[in-house]
């Protein structure tokens, strides 16, 4: 059973600054991706940022510039460090996994940021 735990959400001003992580555990096997969706209220769940076993990083173009996803190998940690945060970046974040002979897709349960004053 692969679980996925995501940490770090919370209340911030705008401008200011947040980063999130999520635990990757059980039999994972091979990583193809590591990535957080977020979903706002009334809205669709969006990618905000992705990165390939291989180092390729792919972020929305909101997002572009502001935030940054990186990767603990050791941990099976994938971690979104989100600057100069917005109202508009309100939202669920969720962590996703890739991983496994037939990319098998695992969802974490999601962390609320909110930015406001």
């Known amino acids: 059973q692969v679980q996925l735990v995501e940490s770090g959400g919370g209340l911030v001003q705008p401008g200011g600054s947040l980063r999130l992580s999520c635990a990757a555990s059980g039999r994972i096997g091979s990583i193809n991706s590591m990535a957080w969706y977020r979903q706002a209220p009334g809205k669709q769940r969006e990618l905000v940022a992705a990165?390939?076993?291989?180092?390729?990083?792919n972020y929305a173009v909101s997002v572009k510039d502001r935030f940054t996803i990186s990767r603990d190998n050791a941990k099976i940690t994938v971690y979104l460090q989100m600057n100069s945060l917005k109202p508009e970046d309100t939202a669920v974040y969720y962590c996703h996994l890739i991983a496994g002979l037939f990319r098998t897709t695992y969802w974490g349960q999601g962390t609320q940021v909110t930015v406001s004053s």
């Open positions: 990165l390939t076993d291989a180092g390729t990083t």
